[in-house]
Structure formats: structure tokens, C-alpha cells
């Protein structure tokens, strides 16, 4: 009721399906080309998994998948189809994620009240019983 979750969802297994192949993909649009027709037809795009519009050098950073070089290269030449002028990809070793629940913590302990809101009405935020030990 807060907010502050927008809801669940399922995470496809992308490896099991086959694409094991991750890589952050900048593209620079041609000039006549217009940025919401381009996002639009991005969507029949499978393999482009978000696209984040971008200030600087480039237009638009993709995340893209796909089972091998080959394939990555065919996504390529359809962004360039699509009005992608220039194309630069770097494939993906490893990630690390972070829990964005952090950002609750951090907004609740910068409150002067320390109180939030759950379920419509304020309530007080729960407090450490014991205080920790200092580490030796």
C-alpha cells in the first residue's frame, strides 16, 4: 500500500534457453533516424533485453543475449537495419548485483524520525534490543 513495491515477477533462465552469450551493446543513431521509432522497433528485437536512452558519445546502451558471436553479430547488423549508425560491444564476464532494498535502509535511516509507513499509518522504526559488540 506504500509504494514502495511495484510487484513480483518469474526470471527466465536465459542460460537453459541457450543464450549464455551477455554483452553491453552502445549504438549511435544516423541523424534522420527518429529515437522512438528506433526504441519501438527494438521490441521486435528479442535478444535486446532493455536499452537505456544515454547522454555522451552514444545514443543507447543495450544489454543483448545471445548463443554465440555469430548470432551477436546478426543482432548487429539488424540494429544497423534499424538506424544504428555506430555499433560498439563489449561481451559480458561476470556480474555482480546488489540488492536495491539497500536504498530502504538508507532512506529510512536518514529520516530525523526514524518512523516509515506500512499499511497507510506511520510506525516506528524497529530498533537493535542488544547493541552490538565492537569487533576485537
Not at 31 to 44: G, N, Y
Not at 56 to 67: A, H, K, N, P
Not at 92 to 105: H, I, K
Request: aromatic letters at 6%; hydrophobic letters at 35%; glycine letters at 6%.
Amino acid at each position: 500500500q506504500s509504494g514502495v513495491l511495484s510487484g513480483y515477477h518469474a526470471q527466465l533462465d536465459l542460460a537453459t534457453l541457450g543464450y549464455t552469450l551477455h554483452s553491453l551493446t552502445d549504438a549511435k543513431l544516423k541523424e534522420a533516424v527518429d529515437r522512438l521509432a528506433f526504441e519501438h522497433d527494438l521490441s521486435e528485437v528479442p535478444q535486446v533485453l532493455s536499452a537505456v536512452h544515454t547522454t555522451g558519445e552514444f545514443d543507447y546502451q543495450m544489454r543483448i543475449v545471445s548463443r554465440s558471436t555469430n548470432e551477436l553479430e546478426s543482432v548487429g547488423d539488424t540494429l544497423r537495419q534499424l538506424g544504428a549508425r555506430d555499433i560498439q560491444s563489449r561481451i559480458v564476464l561476470g556480474e555482480t548485483t546488489y540488492n536495491p532494498a539497500r536504498l530502504l535502509e538508507k532512506v529510512l535511516e536518514e529520516r530525523n524520525d526514524h518512523d516509515f509507513k506500512v499499511g497507510g499509518r506511520w510506525r516506528p522504526r524497529c530498533r537493535r534490543a542488544v547493541p552490538r559488540d565492537p569487533q576485537p
